[in-house]
């Protein structure tokens, strides 16, 4: 076997146990380097109901995948696969029925229902009767899995159509239920140059919505544009998070991202944290 058909089947083997090995997650976000896992020993399987009498925490296989409501199925889809480089798992959609409803808006049917108005004043969906769909596309990444779905009137087409509600218009990330998506750079790469790269690539096809913070106080979009490029990013020379490389970006949906580098201390930090877990755990 040649060594491009070695470094294939090695890849493909590691792609089938990261779609399900959520627990890789915390060595992504935390600088932490995965080892190749194809060819290592799986451990037994539990006895069959020994592992339901455990903590809740040992149940789990960790963080399987982020979801992303999205305005624009097609647009972010390009976004995370063609410029971030994510690879499509699967996609499904159309989905509707009374199960699915269920499953999905219970708790938000009866907040309606609490305050006498109608769910759909609340952005609730009707998928109980169709008049409404969804549709997802899983997106992988080395460590973990993007989930985006999108919420659409039946009429409308898959991809492309109208979203069925209005997307929020505040996303400060001091909101309390604000989450966002933390992208890991290797250590190798100039930080400042991807943020420029990332924006640049973003604007050529037309996502406007992508912009980075800057760490130099700017006070309009044109100031923004005009920061010198080591404005791009936060490095961390101090404390417990020496080493540690930061900024703050919005999506092509106008979603919380970020994106890191971990280096030194406390990247030393988060990798004997991983390895205490992994000891702990068995694993």
Known sequence: MSDQQDSEKVLLERRAVLVTAGAAMVAGLAGATIAPTASAPRAAPAASGARDSGPLGGRLRGVQHFGLTVQNMDRAFEFYTEVLGGTEIMRDGDFQGERIHNTLLTDQEIEARRRQVNPRTMGIPDLRGGAQRLDVRFIQFDNVVIELLQY?????????????????????????????????????????????????????????????????????????????????????????????????????????????????????????ALAARHRVSGR
Request: glycine share 8%; aromatic share 8%.
């Open 152 to 272: 659409r009137d039946a009429e409308q087409p898959a991809g492309g159509g109208a979203s069925f509600a209005e997307p929020l218009d505040h996303m400060s990330p001091a909101f309390p239920r604000m989450m966002h998506i933390c992208f890991h750079l290797h250590e190798d790469v100039d930080f400042n140059k991807f943020i420029a790269d990332l924006e640049a690539e973003s604007a050529r096809r037309g996502m406007t919505q992508v912009k980075a913070n800057r760490v130099v106080t700017v006070t309009s979009e044109e100031e923004r544009r005009a920061a010198p490029i080591d404005a791009n990013s936060n490095g961390i020379t101090e404390g417990r998070s020496n080493g540690w490389r930061l900024i703050y970006c919005k999506g092509c949906e106008g979603e919380q991202l970020e994106f890191v580098q971990a280096l030194g201390p406390v990247k030393r930090i988060f990798d004997d």
